[in-house]
């Protein structure tokens, strides 16, 4: 008789479990089908919103429209990493009537989108003899180059190092030497920033030139790497551009243009910073202080 009470207890003990599994089963899988739909909701919209032809040829649809949501409707990119529209009075990266802040409907201008070419100015207030502050920073161009790659040419690896790190593969802007100190009070300016107390304050000024200085890559290093990825896929997807309409930075004048096709290196045009030598167009084939880093 025991036994009996014994199974039958068993049994409802077992009944019981696998109700209060099945009830907390239920939610989690609801939830992970309410996460995929607003996922695909974001990929969706992002394809929705990309105002240029993307390339999808080996690529992963679902990173591209993540990409697009993040870079067109979370990041802002466009704003800043375009050098606006040709005979504008204004940094706006839109065509002449579909300006949004004009109360016109919004028209982005594929012929400048991502290019880069944002002037931001010095890096902050002078530090250096003189008053001098340093270079220009100017922001980037994002497009891909002839191989595919995001962001003339960079792997994702390097990608998500920018991101993450700030690292500037480029050395734009590096930070001044001593020699580059006097230069500078004997007139020259030199395409280095300078550090040190600024004056008239006690505030010592120590910004590190191998860091992107405008970007806000310390923000941006909180996302998650599915996110970086997203947003690298979808750059690798965007049309290139080799940037002509405005100068690039002091320390890589050509930094703004781009290889669209496979075939020779451009001639060079620049030198480097170090007055060594030439360098021609930005090319993975030319790596180190050449390839487009994000600004």
Request: charge should be negative.
């Amino acid at each position: 008789m025991g036994s009996v009470h014994f199974a039958k207890g068993a049994a409802v003990v077992a009944a019981v479990v696998i109700g209060v599994v099945g009830m907390l089963s239920l939610p989690l899988a609801l939830q992970a089908q309410n996460n995929d739909e607003a996922i695909q909701q974001l990929v969706t919209k992002g394809f929705a919103i990309a105002p240029v032809p993307l390339n999808l040829a080996g690529k992963d649809p679902n990173l591209v429209g993540l990409g697009s949501y993040l870079v067109n409707a979370v990041g802002d990119c466009n704003g800043c990493h375009s050098s606006g529209t040709p005979d504008s009075l204004f940094i706006y990266p839109y065509l002449p009537d579909g300006n949004p802040y004009f109360g016109q409907l919004e028209k982005l201008d594929p012929s400048v989108y991502l290019n880069g070419g944002t002037n931001f100015g010095a890096v902050g207030t002078p530090t250096g003899p003189k008053g001098y502050a340093g270079p220009a920073i100017i922001t980037r161009n994002l497009t891909p180059d002839y191989t595919g790659r995001a962001e003339g040419g960079h792997t994702l690896a390097e990608f998500s190092d920018i991101i993450k790190n700030g690292h500037d593969y480029d050395h734009v802007h590096p930070n001044c030497t001593p020699a580059q100190i006097q230069a500078i009070n004997e007139g020259e300016t030199p395409i280095c920033i300078p550090t040190g107390v600024i004056p008239g304050t006690t505030f010592n000024n120590i910004p590190d030139g191998s860091l992107l200085q405008i970007m806000p890559w310390v923000t941006f290093s909180h996302m998650t790497d599915y996110d970086i990825k997203a947003i690298y896929e979808y750059l690798s997807a965007i049309p290139c551009i080799d940037n002509t309409l405005v100068p690039g930075p002091a320390g890589d004048p050509n930094e703004l243009r781009n290889q669209c096709g496979p075939g020779p290196i451009a001639p060079a045009v620049r030198a480097d910073n170090d007055n060594k030598g030439p360098k021609a167009l930005r090319s993975p084939r030319i790596r180190v202080g050449i390839g487009g880093a994000v600004k």
